[in-house]
């Protein structure tokens, strides 16, 4: 009944802030206290063998079993002093979030005692017992095991009682089972490739590192309202909801006066996350009511991402500890801001060059321009996969079909950088006998040495440039960013290694490298201009502009998916040896039955909570209003009391032929399922999911919407939008 609704809302509006200690240490002293970092390496590992692991980490170098027996050892001898007596190896399947499974340090020693023990084999390699992770069919359960291995490149850590060590998750066979493996390959492609060009103007360079800055964005809802909304607990998301309305929403500014408990939710998670080294540095109140945004300064990729995985599971637990729940679903409200995940992208050397940035010289600025042109052709090339790497069934409520950024990946440049890739492409000086220092008098307008358009900010563009980086903000706040951070740095791989053929060729004909480098700058400058888009990417005249200049504007995320297996696709992530096809069309199955699973769910929970909470709710209230008609009957004369009676007589009806609608769709809906679900074709499953099921869940959901706003509010069952979005 409704009393559950009211007692939560009622307890919800009582609770104070949890308190948090400050630490007694200042942030610069507690920050990595939980992670083993390079200052514990130095102290706890051997001269050499702390050598060997810095370079196997930083420079991917091999390391040897030996090796892997000493770093365990002191991993462990530190863990142990911090209390941790577990460890785990830690990896990221194909789903959302991570996996794990604790072992604890103590092994039987064989004579009756227990030894305390952790070997590098241990370290090394593990075999989890995975069968229940997704491997699209590469994998079968009675076939071969995957196992997971050790990434030296992304520190350990300890979370509780436990000694975390990041992995990636592979099959026995070789292929990848994770986002982590063909991350890191994605990583190694481009910056070998981007070495290769950046050496046409800065040859001392030695390394080229990719960023990742993300931000992320969240919900927080009382535990116990959301403990009284099934479809929050069992799908992320809220199947049905009135919007709260204007008036609501003034009044609840008396409400919001009070976040101190997400204050003190947030700065518990600050403490937390710099504890396990995760430099968290902005917070802050989003555009819709209870949705906040954390971002950390950025990172190397890798550990960038292994950093977000960790803050979102940490978000969770910690949320829970202030009587919150965490939504990390994309659009958990219908007509609410949903939340992304903007990733801020860029390449910097070894050297401390930023090569998405201006810089000084005209030289610096060749550099940047090339490194510019190069992103937007791989991504013009790959915008279809691009899209493809950001979809998923929940991210589809954000683009496109409801909310933007569009499902149409274009990039945003700003006024001043449009105006100097303008001026290049249509340069026609003889640029032939330029070369050396003479080049560096090219006719480039002077591009200010501090940030670009950084204020000029294009919000509806979903690949934009911000001064010295790319913003991708078409992620989804569940996601993986590997996800994408494997298609964009693949493609950029791709694409300078055809730059670099492309120039080489020229100057092998006897051109000079400046004009051979502006030769072709200037070719792709002219072949890419269809993904170069500054206007406003919500509007319908883009829609059809975009189709015109031959974007990717599918809408359906089942068929979006197909852009993973396109030739051209494959042939990219073939060629920079980070998936292959046989990995390509497991992780398309994968990808496919999550979507089908996640409307299946949806369907499920909708149909049940209409005919278990709505309609029996509408009915009693119909009920009700059907008593006071009869009553006005007995108590006056016909003329008067069916006057009376006019308006309640409307709702009665409405009410009928709303639960009616409700009752003959959710059938109609099981019905639909049925013949999905003996599909076999994973794919021609989730387009029928996708075709048939997904309109279904809108139709059955504007009734309920409505019904909300008719039935007696002292009689509905479930905590509405407004309790839901201004309690805190
Ligand atoms: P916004 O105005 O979009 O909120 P912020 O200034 O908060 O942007 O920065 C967002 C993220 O971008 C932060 O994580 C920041 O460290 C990161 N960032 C800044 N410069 C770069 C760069 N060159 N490459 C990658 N990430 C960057
Ligand atoms: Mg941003």
Same mark, same amino acid.
């Given at each position: 009944s409704s009393e559950l609704r009211f007692r939560v809302v009622e307890t919800a509006f009582k609770k104070k802030a949890v308190e948090v200690p400050t630490p007694k240490e200042r942030p610069s002293e507690y920050f990595g206290k939980y992670v083993f970092n390079k200052a514990k390496m130095f102290k706890y590992l051997p001269d050499k063998v702390y050598q060997q692991l810095i370079d196997a980490a930083e420079n991917g170098t091999p390391l040897n079993r030996n090796i892997a027996d000493a770093v365990a050892a002191g991993m462990q001898k530190w863990a142990v002093e911090m209390g941790a007596t577990h460890y785990t190896h830690w990896f990221h399947p194909l789903t959302e979030g991570t996996a794990e499974k604790h072992d604890a340090f103590l092994e039987h020693d064989g004579k009756g005692g227990m030894i305390e023990e952790f070997s590098g084999k241990l370290l090394i390699q593990q075999e989890p017992d995975a069968s229940s992770f997704p491997s699209g069919g590469i994998r079968n359960t009675f076939e071969a095991r995957g196992y997971s291995a050790w990434d030296p490149s992304s520190p350990a850590f300890i979370v509780d009682d436990t000694l975390f060590i990041p992995t990636i998750f592979i099959a026995y066979t070789g292929e990848s089972l994770d986002y982590k493996a063909p991350l890191l390959k994605a990583l190694r492609a481009v910056n070998k490739a981007a070495l290769d060009v950046v050496h046409y103007f800065n040859p001392e360079v030695k390394k080229i590192t990719t960023n990742l800055g993300w931000e992320q964005e969240y919900f927080l809802v009382d535990e116990g309202l959301y403990a009284a909304r099934p479809d929050l607990l069992l799908?992320?998301?809220?199947?049905m909801g009135h919007e709260s309305s204007k008036n609501q929403q003034l009044e609840d500014h008396y409400f919001g006066a009070i976040p101190t408990r997400v204050t003190a939710f947030m700065t518990d998670l600050e403490i937390e996350s710099l504890k396990l080294g995760i430099p968290v540095k902005t917070r802050h109140n989003e555009v819709a009511p209870n949705q906040f945004e954390l971002a950390p300064v950025f990172e190397e990729c890798n550990l960038a991402n292994d950093h977000n995985l960790l803050v979102m599971s940490l978000m969770r637990k910690i949320a829970r500890q202030h009587g919150f729940r965490v939504l990390l679903h994309e659009k958990p409200f219908k007509g609410v801001n949903g939340s992304g995940k903007h990733n801020n992208w860029s390449l910097s050397t070894?050297? =401390? *060059?930023?090569?998405m940035g201006p810089g000084k010289t005209a030289e610096d600025n060749l550099r940047f321009v090339t490194f510019i042109v190069n992103t937007l052709m791989a991504v013009y090339r790959h915008n279809g996969l691009l899209k493809a790497s950001i979809s998923s069934a929940t991210n589809a409520h954000r683009l496109g079909a409801n909310e933007a950024p569009p499902a149409i990946i274009s990039s945003f440049l700003g006024k001043q950088l449009t105006q100097v890739l303008d001026h290049l492409a249509d340069s026609t000086n003889?640029?032939?006998?330029?070369? =050396?220092? %003479? =080049?560096?008098?090219?006719? *480039?307008? %002077?591009?200010? !040495?501090l940030l670009i358009? $950084?204020?000029?900010? $294009?919000?509806?563009?979903?690949?934009a440039f911000t001064g010295n980086r790319f913003e991708f903000?078409? *992620?989804?706040? !569940?996601? $993986?960013?590997a996800s994408a951070m494997i298609a964009l740095n693949a493609a950029l791989g791709e694409q300078l290694i055809i730059f670099k053929k492309d120039v080489d060729a020229l100057i092998e004909k006897g051109e000079p490298k400046i004009s051979a480098i502006l030769e072709i700058i200037r070719s792709y400058i002219k072949e890419c201009r269809a993904i170069h888009f500054d206007g406003n990417g919500y509007s319908d005249e883009w829609k059809e502009e975009a189709s015109k200049r031959g974007l990717d504007c599918e809408t359906s995320v089942p068929l979006i998916f197909d852009n993973y297996l396109k030739e051209s696709t494959v042939k990219m992530f073939e060629s920079t040896g980070v998936m292959t096809r046989l990995e390509l069309v497991a992780r398309n199955e994968v990808k496919w039955e999550t979507y089908t699973k996640k409307i299946q769910i949806e369907a499920r929970v909708l149909g049940d909570l209409a005919m278990n909470h709505i309609i029996p709710v509408a009915t009693r209230y119909q009920s009700q209003l059907i008593d006071n008609v009869y009553k006005m009957k007995d108590l006056y004369p016909a003329e008067k009391s069916s006057l009376l009676s006019s308006k309640n007589l409307e709702i009665i009806e409405e009410i009928g032929s709303r639960t009616i609608f409700i009752k003959e769709k959710v059938d109609e809906m099981i019905e639909a399922r049925k013949v999905a679900n003996v599909i076999e074709s994973e794919r021609e499953k989730a387009i029928a999911y996708h075709d048939n099921i997904v309109p279904m869940l809108e139709e059955i959901r504007y009734h309920i919407d409505k019904l909300e706003l008719l039935v007696d509010d002292q009689l509905w069952t479930l905590p509405k939008y407004r309790e839901l979005l201004f309690i805190r």
């Open positions: 799908t992320g998301r809220t199947l070894d050297t =401390g *060059i930023i090569l003889d640029l032939a006998g330029l070369s =050396g220092k %003479q =080049g560096m008098k090219l006719d *480039i307008p %002077q591009i200010p !040495e358009d $950084n204020t000029d900010r $294009n919000r509806t563009s979903p690949f903000r078409a *992620i989804g706040s !569940e996601a $993986n960013c």
